[in-house]
């Protein structure tokens, strides 16, 4: 997508180098198209959620969270955390806390080109932040107990619980998406999440209980 960005910048300048090269009118209409352009773009994106990381022009450290209900939060600038903005169509407009401002757009599912600036200033600096892929959790074996004290042993391999097990009885797997999981098998219904990459807690009851029972499994080596 940022290829066929630059191409149409490209082409818009060369169109309007023709009879109008250099004018304030032909570089603001070349601006105005090439800013629908991309806003157009952005509209058809689908950003991914999650984190975002990347530098501004002057080499600062640039991260930001977009998560559900499309709000974006913990905008940082540095050691700054300057706030959060509501997106809409891929973007969200200029959006100020404590003192400065920021706004952008994602031009691709992962890739988010934006500009921040202090309050006081009409001196925009621009960033560009990539999304960051979570890595996966541990695969292989957890154990550990729920908060009654019975045993629980589950594995992981493959975004799959397999063979969850409390006590001596195997419930059966879940599959994992975005680092959690819940189902329910016959008689009994489980859940769980990783804290860390070794860590995973959740709860599980029987079909016909309202209460959760808590526990906690860690990664180790059989």
């Known amino acids: 997508m940022t290829r066929r960005l630059s191409a149409l910048v490209i082409a818009l300048l060369w169109v309007a180098g023709v009879g109008l090269a250099g004018t304030p009118a032909a570089q603001a209409q070349v601006q105005a198209q090439v800013q629908a352009q991309v806003q157009a773009q952005a509209r058809n994106v689908i950003p991914h959620h999650g984190v975002y990381q990347g530098t501004d022009h002057s080499g600062r450290v640039v991260s930001f969270s977009f998560g559900n209900h499309n709000q974006l939060t913990h ?47 009409q001196s925009w600096t621009a960033f560009t932040t990539h999304f960051q892929p979570t890595p996966p959790p541990y ?33 059966g797997n879940a599959h994992v998406s975005d680092r959690r999981f819940e189902v329910c098998h016959q008689h009994v219904c489980f859940k769980g999440h990783w804290q860390t990459d070794h860590e995973v807690v959740g709860s599980w009851r029987t079909a016909t209980s309202t209460t959760w029972v808590g526990w906690e499994a860690y990664a180790y080596s059989s």
């Open 75 to 121: 905008f940082t600038v540095g050691h700054l955390v300057i706030g959060g903005a509501h997106v809409s169509n891929g973007a969200w407009h200029e959006t100020c806390h404590n003192g400065y401002c920021f706004k952008g757009q994602w031009v691709s599912d992962s890739v988010v080109h934006g500009a921040w600036r202090h309050g006081s200033s």
């Open 139 to 171: 695969q292989g074996t957890y154990m550990g107990s729920d908060h009654h004290g019975t045993r629980i042993h589950l594995s992981y391999a493959g975004h799959q619980v397999v063979g969850f097990k409390i006590g001596q009885t195997v419930i």
